[in-house]
Nanobody, 119 residues
Framework: QVQLVESGGGLVQPGGSLRLSCAASGIMLGIAAMGWYRQAPGKQRELVAN??????NYADSVKGRFTISRDNAKNTVYLQMNSLKPDDTAVYSC??????????????WGKGTLVTVSS
């Protein structure tokens, strides 16, 4: 079984920064892609950023402020969030598309970490 463990959420003032981390562990052949999603109260979950084969993709609302990166040796993905705004307040969840030992690709999710941007 694969597990994703997130860390780094918390309370930050507008304009501040936070760095989220998500580490994948378990039996797998590899990880095809990793990413971050978020869900604000009363809203649908949305993609924030993902990374696959070194190619990154960002939501328009975070371009220029957030940076996603990945340490393949550690099976870990990071999300550096700068110039945070109150609208960034949400539960941020990590997603990983795992390549199982059978070769099948499966999606796994972390439990989520709360980011609150408020003065």
């Amino acid at each position: 079984q694969v597990q994703l463990v997130e860390s780094g959420g918390g309370l930050v003032q507008p304009g501040g920064s936070l760095r989220l981390s998500c580490a994948a562990s378990g039996i797998m052949l590899g990880i095809a892609a990793m990413g971050w999603y978020r869900q604000a109260p009363g809203k649908q979950r949305e993609l924030v950023a993902n990374i696959s084969g070194g190619i990154t993709n960002y939501a328009d609302s975070v371009k220029g402020r957030f940076t996603i990166s990945r340490d393949n040796a550690k099976n870990t993905v990071y999300l550096q969030m700068n110039s945070l705004k109150p609208d960034d307040t949400a539960v941020y969840s990590c997603n990983a598309r795992i390549i199982a030992t059978t070769g099948r690709r499966m999606d796994f999710w972390g439990k989520g970490t709360l980011v609150t941007v408020s003065s």
